[in-house]
């Protein structure tokens, strides 16, 4: 198929696949139809004995004439020994190295970040509040490693050597990505070796019952906001990660039937695929719920952020933690420790192992995968109440100022 006209250009329509028209005059010069029915000029030339193309750009915006003298300047370029496409290529990059880091990251963030992760919010976050204010107002291709490493070292020094890693995995990427573009001669993040950054180690921190005790204390009588003392407790009651209970909405809350419903968890290491669960609420749970449903209101989100239809930022029980730790003499541990914590205590007083894990979300494996499909849901009930009435027998009378603040008094049964 040739044409020569823009009549006949206009009459090419969409099929199913796309296709191409080769100039009948110019040599080289091709318009490609998208099945979107998408028109645009192409120019294929042979440069050093490889094959290019040159995507000059969109008709009816360029029109024939236009593209053929486009395409005559071009293949005047490749005579010369110069190839339109790298020197196009060139010319981007260039205009990229005087960009500010800042303009380069919301870039990548289109281009990678958002067509990688459903979720992206957690590297918007390292992105806004950790990597923006100290080198976004930096040209790209003058970052040095230096630069690299005080963001990073910034996080280690706040105590947060995990989130440092995450920094400069971000930044690496980043980096890797600038590179490919041309933006950047090397990768200055390289420099920082992961090792020396953090080092991941499997952790096995849990609370004692004393410390459980202290912690709890310490927390429900700072002066921290009542929803963040109330969130962290829940933490131990529920079993729950801490990106759940943050998500968490009155919509997957049903009072009636005593069950809380997490329709998205953290995904599967193995299969990458989030797996629904369902928390079986004790007496204590749902007065914890109620008093945080008044403080909410209408807001649809269990624990309510600054702005109306958010809720709290991705620090903020990490923070609160960290506040009533300080005031304490308890070895550090993270929010994440509560579920080891309640798992240990659960085993050691005897509760089915499985029905432990079905509350912690973990999914079985090997030969007890294949054969044990059971939710144990009424063993779970029961583990549940127990659990919660452990709890308060252990800060219940050391706390009575803070529940009795309740509007209504939480009734609670010990051993």
């Not at 490749?78 to 005087?98: F, H, M, T």
């Not at 107002?137 to 706040?158: F, P, S």
């Not at 039937?257 to 004790?282: H, Q």
């Not at 991705?314 to 914590?341: C, E, G, M, V, Y």
């Amino acid at each position: 198929m040739v044409f020569s006209t823009d009549r006949e250009i206009q009459n090419f329509k969409a099929q199913e696949k796309r296709y191409s028209v080769k100039d009948k005059l110019n040599n080289g010069l091709f318009i490609e139809v998208k099945e979107s029915g998408v028109k645009s000029w192409h120019y294929r030339y042979t440069f050093e004995g490889k094959q290019e193309r040159l995507v000059i750009g969109r008709y009816p915006d360029l029109s024939l004439k236009e593209a053929r003298q486009i395409r005559d300047e071009s293949a005047s370029k490749v005579a010369k020994g110069i190839s339109p496409k790298q020197e196009k290529e060139d010319k981007k990059a260039g205009r990229l190295k005087s960009v500010l880091f800042k303009d380069y990251g919301e870039r990548y963030l289109n281009e990678v970040i958002k067509k990688d992760r459903k979720n992206p919010y957690n590297l918007v976050l390292y992105l806004n509040n950790d990597i923006y204010p100290f080198i976004g107002h930096i040209i790209v291709n003058k970052i040095t490693t230096e630069d690299v490493r005080r963001v990073i070292w910034r996080k280690k020094e706040q105590g947060y050597d995990a989130s440092a890693s995450q920094v400069r995995g971000l930044l690496k990427r980043m980096f890797d990505y600038a590179v490919t573009l041309g933006v950047v001669p090397f990768n200055p993040v390289l420099a920082i070796p992961t090792r020396h950054v953090f080092k991941n180690k499997p952790r096995d921190r849990y609370l004692t019952t004393d410390e459980i005790r202290q912690f709890y204390t310490t927390l429900l009588n700072s002066r921290i906001y009542r929803p963040r003392k109330l969130g962290l407790l829940l933490s131990l009651l529920t079993l729950l990660r801490k990106s759940e209970l943050l998500k968490a909405e009155w919509s997957h809350i049903d009072f009636e039937k005593r069950i809380w419903l997490i329709p998205v968890t953290k995904a599967d290491s193995k299969t990458g695929n989030s797996r629904e669960m369902v928390v079986y609420m004790s007496d204590q749970i749902i007065e914890i719920l109620k008093e945080l449903k008044t403080i909410a209101g209408d807001e649809p989100y269990v624990f309510v952020g600054r702005k109306s239809g958010t809720h709290f930022s991705h620090n903020a029980f990490n923070t609160s933690q960290k506040n009533a730790l300080r005031l304490t003499d308890i070895p550090d541990f993270t929010i994440h420790d509560l579920r080891r914590t309640a798992s240990t205590h659960l085993n050691e007083q005897g509760f089915n192992r499985d029905a432990i894990e079905k509350c912690l979300n973990h999914s079985a494996v090997g030969v007890r995968a294949v054969y044990n499909k059971a939710e144990y849901a009424e063993e779970r009930k029961e583990m549940m109440q127990k659990w919660s009435n452990f709890i308060f027998s252990v800060i219940y009378e050391p706390n009575l100022i803070f529940f009795n603040q309740a509007k209504k008094h939480w009734q609670v049964e010990c051993k």
